[in-house]
């Protein structure tokens, strides 16, 4: 694996970084409250989007890739013109620092977690809230939607995955498994399996009809705050306090490792080519490796 890009700007740790859904640009965001954009073609900074008063703790880019939503230990939801930077909405979203922010795939409605004990379902383009989720008393998320989007999931500080509807709002189930707190989510490639990781870096694979588990991969990731997995399905990178794991999605085996000195990796995304994955870290750093 090649030395990382190294892109430097922020003032204080970077808890978030995401591409854009063409590919095209890297957003990174985290203590000092700014969103900054990049250019994937030379990464070179191109902008800021400012606005927040705190911690920017977490990016989703809308389906059709025009409106980008983050959320903020300022305890606001804002949704933000995508690549002009220019501010639509802002919204109170819980008395807690946010936590987790994700579209429906209809684009329809997001959803947002956070420290305090209430999920929230809003409308968008709107951002009027439809429906207050009561999760575990504090530290929810991250969330992700069904693919036909009746379901929302959320994980947290407990040791389950909360399952909800999203038209009524009301808990439907509890998937156990784990043993410490959800710390993140996704679908598989196909969307046929649900994907969950926890703080000790076990990572749980159920079959989304019947919610059976169907893989256990025990990852090196103690202490692991993201995951990601490769747009070929195939690779799974887990956040670990120092670095991120490389591990088969089929067999659960160790691919690589990528060393980074911080303390602290707090999310990992891969480009929508493969070609890239992005990480965010303490040290103010954002590291961009070559995949293929």
Same mark, same amino acid.
């Given at each position: 694996?090649s030395e990382p890009?190294?892109?430097? $700007?922020?003032?204080?740790?970077?808890?978030?970084?995401?591409?854009?859904?063409?590919?095209?640009?890297?957003?990174?965001?985290?203590?000092?409250?700014?969103?900054?954009?990049?250019?994937?073609?030379?990464?070179?900074?191109?902008?800021?989007?400012?606005?927040?008063?705190?911690?920017? #703790?977490?990016?989703?880019?809308?389906?059709?890739?025009?409106?980008?939503?983050?959320?903020?230990?300022?305890?606001?939801? &804002?949704?933000? @013109?995508?690549?002009?930077?220019?501010?639509?909405?802002?919204? %109170?979203?819980?008395?807690?620092?946010?936590?987790?922010?994700?579209? @429906?795939?209809?684009?329809?409605?997001?959803?947002?977690? @956070?420290?305090?004990?209430?999920?929230?379902?809003?409308?968008?383009?709107?951002?009027?809230?439809? %429906?207050?989720?009561?999760?575990?008393? &504090? #530290?929810?998320?991250?969330?992700?939607?069904?693919?036909?989007?009746? =379901?929302?999931?959320?994980?947290?500080?407990?040791?389950?995955?909360?399952?909800?509807?999203?038209?009524?709002?009301?808990?439907?189930?509890?998937? @156990?498994?784990?043993?410490?707190?959800?710390?993140?989510?996704?679908?598989?490639?196909?969307?046929?399996?649900?994907?969950?990781?926890?703080?000790? $870096?076990?990572?749980?694979?159920?079959?989304?009809?019947?919610?059976?588990?169907?893989?256990?991969?025990?990852?090196?990731?103690?202490?692991?705050?993201?995951?990601?997995?490769?747009?070929?399905? #195939?690779?799974?990178? !887990?956040?670990?306090?120092?670095?991120?794991?490389?591990?088969?999605?089929?067999?659960?085996?160790?691919?690589?490792?990528?060393? !980074?000195?911080? =303390?602290?990796?707090y999310s990992v995304?891969?480009?929508?080519?493969?070609?890239?994955?992005?990480?965010? %870290?303490?040290?103010?750093?954002?590291?961009?490796?070559?995949?293929?």
């Amino acid at each position: 694996m090649s030395e990382p890009i190294i892109l430097e $700007g922020h003032s204080g740790h970077v808890m978030c970084a995401t591409f854009s859904p063409d590919g095209k640009k890297l957003l990174s965001a985290g203590f000092s409250g700014e969103l900054f954009l990049w250019n994937v073609r030379g990464w070179k900074k191109i902008g800021a989007f400012e606005g927040h008063t705190n911690s920017v #703790n977490a990016l989703a880019f809308s389906p059709d890739g025009k409106t980008l939503a983050s959320v903020s230990t300022d305890t606001t939801l &804002k949704l933000w @013109s995508y690549p002009s930077g220019k501010l639509l909405r802002s919204v %109170a979203a819980g008395k807690r620092p946010g936590s987790s922010v994700r579209f @429906s795939p209809d684009g329809k409605h997001l959803a947002t977690a @956070s420290y305090d004990p209430v999920i929230r379902l809003w409308s968008f383009p709107a951002c009027e809230e439809v %429906a207050a989720m009561k999760g575990y008393p &504090k #530290n929810n998320g991250p969330v992700v939607f069904s693919p036909d989007g009746k =379901q929302l999931f959320s994980g947290g500080v407990g040791n389950s995955v909360l399952v909800w509807s999203t038209s009524s709002g009301e808990k439907l189930e509890e998937l @156990s498994g784990h043993k410490t707190a959800v710390m993140a989510l996704t679908l598989s490639k196909d969307k046929r399996h649900l994907v969950t990781a926890d703080y000790h $870096g076990t990572v749980l694979v159920r079959n989304m009809k019947d919610r059976k588990v169907l893989q256990t991969i025990q990852t090196q990731g103690r202490g692991m705050m993201g995951l990601a997995l490769s747009p070929k399905g #195939n690779i799974l990178a !887990v956040t670990r306090p120092n670095g991120v794991d490389l591990v088969s999605f089929d067999d659960g085996s160790l691919i690589g490792s990528l060393p !980074v000195k911080a =303390q602290g990796v707090y999310s990992v995304r891969f480009s929508p080519d493969g070609k890239w994955l992005a990480a965010a %870290a303490a040290d103010k750093r954002v590291r961009v490796w070559e995949m293929e």
